[in-house]
């Protein structure tokens, strides 16, 4: 293939990072074939504002698309026609990164993963990637070949609402109290149904998931990357913060199960030992969330029980 490298940016005006992406871009060591932005049709007018004071205007194509009826569970049928419709526009001889409008990662952190990639591996980040969650790679920032990044949205849009499905996982645990994890999310569907693409016989356990992990991704730690959210989604750090991983106890909807979050850090796909770094981070990431409110086994939620 070509040493062709694609942007891939979709999500709504009112919540995008352009000014810390395209620092980003102008710092990256390598040059973008495409710059394509995905928004709704609400949004056009505000974005093509921005965009005329771009320094990469030139190289940015803005793709609108009605907003959905049905939106789906938690937003999949969204990222399944905004994601379409950007890889319409790029060549498919491209390595795509595709990348929420409000995260923003370093480019140049990339480049020793583009073999791999090259090789149909696809690279996601640690962050939200569940191991408590079998087939629950995260979906928030992708790397891969253009005809992987294809087949892996080439999903059928969910007929189902968000309430539909909160309903039938209320069902389901009222049959089985015993069930610890959400049976069904947008990451978990996704990856399954690329790993029935790729001819794999899912197993549904655990064992299962983590083989197949191994074959079909890399999983970089988000401080590897210099991952960054716009938000504020890290309990004690602000806005713009490095994205560290879970590790919480918590229900992800009113009346579900308790999950008990944790995710893949990337020495466990790698089957090899963490680095210094990667024990501090963890370290760190764990003492965070210790300290989150909602945490029903943190220090807060101990210390109330107490009184």
Same mark, same amino acid.
């Given at each position: 293939m070509s040493n062709k490298i694609s942007l891939l940016i979709h999500g709504p005006f009112s919540e995008q990072w352009? &000014?810390?992406?395209?620092?980003? $871009?102008?710092?990256?060591? #390598?040059?973008?074939?495409?710059?394509? $932005?995905? &928004?709704?049709?609400?949004?056009?007018?505000?974005?093509?504002?921005?965009?005329?004071?771009?320094?990469?205007?030139?190289?940015? &194509?803005?793709?609108t698309i009605k907003d959905l009826l049905n939106p789906g569970f938690f937003n999949i049928n969204r990222q399944l026609v905004s994601i379409n419709a950007g890889l319409n526009l790029i060549d498919p001889d491209s390595i795509v990164l595709k990348l929420? +409008?409000?995260?923003?990662? +370093? #480019? +140049?952190?990339?480049? =020793?993963? #583009?073999?791999?990639i090259k090789g149909g591996k696809i690279l996601t980040t640690n962050c939200f990637s569940?191991?408590?969650?079998?087939?629950?790679?995260s979906d928030m920032f992708l790397c891969a070949k253009y005809s992987v990044i294809?087949?892996?949205?080439?999903?059928?849009?969910?007929?189902?609402?968000?309430?539909?499905?909160?309903?039938?996982?209320?069902?389901?645990?009222?049959?089985? =109290?015993?069930l610890k994890f959400l049976p069904i999310s947008p990451e978990s569907e996704l990856c399954k149904h690329y790993l029935v693409l790729k001819g794999w016989k899912i197993e549904g356990t655990f064992e299962d998931s983590m083989n197949a992990l191994k074959k079909y991704f890399v999983i970089v730690n988000s401080w590897n990357i210099d991952f960054r959210w716009a938000k504020k989604r890290t309990h004690c750090f602000g806005k713009d913060a490095l994205i560290l991983p879970h590790f919480?106890?918590? %229900? =992800?909807?009113?009346?579900?199960?308790?999950? +008990?979050?944790? /995710? $893949?850090? %990337?020495?466990?796909?790698?089957?090899? /030992?963490? &680095?210094?770094?990667?024990?501090?981070?963890?370290? *760190?990431?764990?003492?965070?969330?210790?300290?989150?409110?909602?945490? *029903?086994?943190? $220090?807060?939620?101990k210390l109330s029980r107490k009184k």
């Open positions: 352009l &000014s810390q992406i395209s620092k980003q $871009i102008e710092r990256a060591s #390598f040059e973008f074939d495409k710059i394509i $932005i995905v &928004s709704y049709e609400t949004d056009k007018g505000a974005y093509g504002e921005l965009l005329e004071k771009s320094p990469f205007k030139a190289l940015i &194509s803005l793709v929420r +409008n409000d995260q923003s990662v +370093n #480019f +140049n952190k990339l480049i =020793p993963y #583009f073999d791999e569940r191991k408590d969650r079998p087939y629950h790679p294809r087949d892996y949205y080439s999903m059928p849009l969910m007929s189902e609402s968000q309430l539909d499905i909160e309903l039938k996982v209320v069902e389901s645990l009222e049959k089985d =109290p015993t919480f106890k918590t %229900a =992800p909807f009113r009346m579900a199960m308790v999950e +008990n979050v944790k /995710c $893949i850090m %990337a020495h466990e796909i790698q089957s090899s /030992c963490p &680095s210094l770094k990667d024990i501090f981070f963890i370290f *760190l990431s764990k003492l965070v969330w210790s300290l989150w409110p909602q945490n *029903l086994e943190g $220090i807060r939620s």
